[in-house]
C-alpha cells in the first residue's frame, strides 16, 4: 500500500516538473525584418522594420523595435523646425543599430511646441536641440514616422550594399568645405531610400516617404 501511494505520490511529481519545464521554453519568436527587406505599399510609401512610412504611429513603431526612442525638437539655421526621435541601441534579427525617426509634425504644431520647449543646445551642425514639454511628448506617440536613419553597428561596404540593393539609380555627391570632404549619396528611388557615404564615418540608411 505504501508503495503505490509512493509511486503515485512520484508519479505526480514528475508529471508537475515536466509541465514546469515546458512553461519555460521559450516559443518561437517571429523573425524580425533587415533593413534590405523593403516592401512597397498600396499608397507608394514603404515598409521597412515592420513600420509603415506615414502610416505607423510613434507609439507602434517604438513596439515594433522592442525600444523607446527619446524625442527633441530641432531648429536649424534656417529656423526649418523638425521632431527626431533617437534610439541609442536597437537589435533586429541579431544586427545591432542606433535609428533616428522623423515624426510627421504639421508646422503649426512645430510652432506650438516650441514655445514650450526649454534647455536648447547647440549642435555640432549648427541646429539647437530643444527639450519637449511632457504634454507633447505624450502627444507624438500618435503621429506617424515619416523617415528612418539607420545607423548600423556594422560597418557595411559597397559591395555589400550592392549585393542587397542592386546597383543605385543615380550618386550625388555633396562637398562639405568644413571639413574639406564631401558626403556622397545613392539613390535608390523606386524603394525611397538614400545610402549615405561620410569620408571614415560607416554607411547609414535613409528611408523616407513620398
Do not use: C
Amino acid at each position: 500500500m505504501m508503495r503505490t501511494i509512493r509511486n503515485i505520490v512520484i508519479g505526480m511529481i514528475l508529471f508537475v516538473m515536466g509541465l514546469l519545464a515546458i512553461m519555460f521554453i521559450p516559443s518561437p519568436q517571429p523573425q524580425a525584418a533587415k533593413p534590405w527587406e523593403i516592401e512597397l505599399m498600396s499608397d507608394g510609401n514603404i515598409q521597412v522594420f515592420g513600420i509603415h512610412l506615414g502610416t505607423t504611429d510613434y507609439k507602434t513603431a517604438q513596439k515594433k523595435l522592442g525600444a523607446f526612442g527619446e524625442t527633441a525638437l530641432f531648429s536649424d539655421p534656417d529656423d526649418k523646425l523638425s521632431v527626431e526621435a533617437f534610439f541609442d541601441s536597437t537589435n533586429l534579427s541579431g544586427l545591432s543599430a542606433k535609428m533616428v525617426m522623423t515624426l510627421a509634425v504639421s508646422q503649426s504644431e512645430l510652432q506650438e511646441m516650441m514655445t514650450q520647449t526649454r534647455n536648447a543646445k547647440l549642435q555640432p551642425s549648427g541646429a539647437h536641440q530643444h527639450e519637449i514639454s511632457e504634454s507633447d511628448r505624450e502627444k507624438l506617440l500618435d503621429l506617424p514616422v515619416a523617415s528612418i536613419t539607420y545607423i548600423p553597428s556594422l560597418r557595411l561596404d559597397k559591395a555589400m550594399l550592392k549585393e542587397r540593393f542592386g546597383e543605385p539609380d543615380s550618386i550625388e555627391t555633396i562637398a562639405v568645405t568644413e571639413a574639406n570632404s564631401q558626403i556622397e549619396n545613392w539613390l535608390y528611388r523606386d524603394i525611397h531610400l538614400i545610402v549615405q557615404f561620410n569620408g571614415e564615418a560607416k554607411p547609414i540608411l535613409i528611408y523616407h516617404s513620398i
